[in-house]
């Protein structure tokens, strides 16, 4: 006999014979439900559990174990029982137990409550027996003409669970044993769970056939159930016949959504096939379905292994000016890609498109493009795109800044160096040591005492003259500089 079989005896053992109730002084022995929980449980701690519960139990009811009501039990499960650090365990024998009370009968929360915590602690051997008693005794809601609304989200957390853990025989008749307890038709999502379940583990065959029996039953497949399928034909890299789902798909009525496309185009790039994927992507456009970050991230990434950087510029300068990328989209890892190709100048002139049509940029994106804009000694360009940072707030970080200052005082451009520094000040960057070692230094080069004599003792102000013989030594530079113009 199956275990399941074993398992559903058991317990309707209990319910056939509750009109013998137990004495209510006790609960029955607990041996057997314990060594199936934890082998190495003794008889006498087995009995000192039970007596435990008996106590814990007893110290929660007011007018007994017999007048329990369902609400109150759940409570004492929920309260009580549920993290108790040696008796949660048993949460499943007092759910039998009270069931064999003849004052009693288990209601929807009694039920979901059983299920979860048989779920969420892997107690998988447990369910079917619970499942087949909740079809044997509905729950008191269902006395009328219609079911339990809650029936359904039981069965999906048992249904879930099964085949989670690759248990789909067990599934398959929970699946079947609420069919015949809802009113009307399973919802779409419980055999989206049964086919997900079939796909994630690679059995495509046996989720496409439930997917007929879902034709079969009438019930109309939604997005996601499309979306599984599209997406474990693309893991297998049958793009055939992840096209053809496609466009069953629309045929059936069901509009893809921005999942069913980023499913195809990455599964496109990741088989390369690059030039259907971007075919896939202007369809997407075509069809009025919005694109997402995502969806930019899949197309930015898949061109750029295949190293199309370029054409991935074009594309997304193309989709902007559609007017169809999402504002949140950001393009640092785009502006990445072309300053590592050396390409700063077409980072530049992608970053100035996107930031005109209202696509701030991010800081990253910002300092990597400015990174790169000094690798090629473009230091105008870098100290441009600086200067429209801090005018729109953007503030770097000191790093950067500081290494651009460098470049600028280098070049013989103290004085506009200090210009842009007093600017960032204003803006939030705190000035550093760096940044006046910098500047003295290049005021030093330019000879131009003056500005420099007023950096250093703005730098003594603050502090960052550690003593007397550092402030000579830059007084020093500047009187002895070439060309002191002060």
Known sequence: MSSRNVAVRSLSEIRHHHRTPLPSSHLPDISSSLSALTPITTAAAAQTHITQLNTLLRSFLKNGIVAITPKELLHFFKSRLRHHPTLSHLDFHLFRYAAALDSFRHDHSTFEYMVRSLVSTNRLDSLPSLLEFVSSNPCPCSDGIFSCPRIEPIFRASIGSFCRSGRFDNAHHAFDIMTRLIDGKPNAALYNIVIHGYVKIGKLDK???????????????????????????????????ALEVFKEMKEKGCVPNVISFNTLIK?????????????????????????????????????????????????????????VLPKVFDYFVLIEMLCIEGKADRALELMDEFWGKGCKPSLISCTTLIEGLRKNRRIEKSVGLMRRMLDEGIVPDSVTFSCLLDDMCGGGGAVEANKMRLLASKK???????????????????????????????????GFVPDIATYNMFMDGLAKSKGCRG
Not at 216 to 227: I, L
Not at 284 to 289: D, H, I, Q, R, V
């Open 267 to 323: 599964g496109f790039f990741q088989g390369g096939k690059v030039e259907q994927a971007v075919e896939m992507a202007h369809e997407m456009t075509e069809l009025g379905c919005e694109f997402s970050s995502v969806t930019c991230e899949i197309l930015v990434n898949g061109l750029g292994r295949k190293g199309k950087i370029i054409e991935a510029a074009d594309l997304m300068i193309e989709f902007l000016r559609r007017g």
């Open 207 to 241: 989720g496409f056939d439930f997917y007929k029996r879902m034709l079969n039953d009438r019930v109309k497949p939604d997005a996601v159930t499309f979306n599984i399928l599209i997406s474990g034909h693309c893991r297998n890299k049958k793009f055939e016949l």
């Open 428 to 462: 939030g960057l705190v000035t550093d040591g760096v940044m006046y070692r910098i500047l003295i230094s290049g005021y030093t080069r330019e000879g131009r005492r003056k500005e420099g004599e007023a950096v250093v003792n703005e730098m003594l102000d603050r």
